[in-house]
């Protein structure tokens, strides 16, 4: 994980995870990741709510593995729309 990357790497990293939950056969939240990736590959920003609805998954990836969840939106947090911008800490803080 390296917080340098850019914006575009970071979109294409995110999109690479998905593609590969995509392939899961027992993936039950098919239709929020293929909807998540379509606002990817389109230059949209996706939500903090779609974001949390697949962190998990994102947590085992290796070159995730020791990061908590706070580290990971942080890391992705130029591809997410949060409520208020003003209020990214709190509102991090609040609900991981």
């Known amino acids: 994980m390296n917080n340098n990357q850019t ?3 970071k979109r294409q990293i ?3 995870f ?3 939950y995509l ?3 027992e993936l039950k939240m098919k ?3 293929r909807n998540v990736r379509g606002l990817l590959e389109k230059d949209q920003p ?3 709510k779609q974001f949390l609805a697949f962190i998990k998954f994102i947590e085992r990836e290796k070159s995730f ?3 908590d969840r706070d580290q990971i939106v942080r890391y992705f947090s130029p591809l997410i729309k949060f409520p208020k911008e003003e ?3 709190e509102y991090l803080y609040n609900i991981l």
């Open 7 to 9: 914006i575009e790497d």
């Open 14 to 16: 995110l999109i690479h």
């Open 18 to 20: 998905l593609n590969i």
């Open 23 to 25: 392939s899961k056969k």
């Open 31 to 33: 239709g929020l990741i």
């Open 46 to 48: 996706i939500t903090i």
């Open 65 to 67: 593995k020791g990061k």
């Open 87 to 89: 209020f990214i800490n």
